[in-house]
Nanobody
Framework: QVQLVESGGGLVQAGGSLRLSCAAS????????MGWYRQAPGKQRELVATVTSGGSTNYADSVKGRFTISRDNAKNTVYLQMNNLRPEDTAVYYCNARTWNTNSWGQGTQVTVSS
């Protein structure tokens, strides 16, 4: 399994910004896709954004134009820049990393957006 360490969550007012980071280690094989998912209280975990090793990105419609995912392959690190945050973005954000035979999750970092 790949070990993932997340950082950057916190409390912010609506309209503010946060940047999440996730560093991966322990992988024997190339990490193909890295991404962020989130889970709000009482809801299912949902996709936020993903990025492949080649740089292709995918975003949930609800965050397009506000969030940007990026990746440093040399550092095995993925970032999520979140701008113009809304109260409905409040959730625990989880980092995800996939190799050809593993699917790993971080412990999660809380993001709270106050109105």
């Amino acid at each position: 399994q790949v070990q993932l360490v997340e950082s950057g969550g916190g409390l912010v007012q609506a309209g503010g910004s946060l940047r999440l980071s996730c560093a991966a280690s322990g992988n024997r094989f190339r990490i193909n896709t890295m991404g962020w998912y989130r889970q709000a209280p009482g809801k299912q975990r949902e996709l936020v954004a993903t990025v492949t090793s080649g740089g292709s990105t995918n975003y949930a419609d609800s965050v397009k134009g506000r969030f940007t995912i990026s990746r440093d392959n040399a550092k095995n690190t993925v970032y999520l820049q979140m701008n113009n945050l809304r109260p409905e973005d409040t959730a625990v954000y989880y980092c995800n990393a996939r190799t050809w035979n593993t699917n790993s999750w971080g412990q999660g970092t809380q993001v709270t957006v106050s109105s």
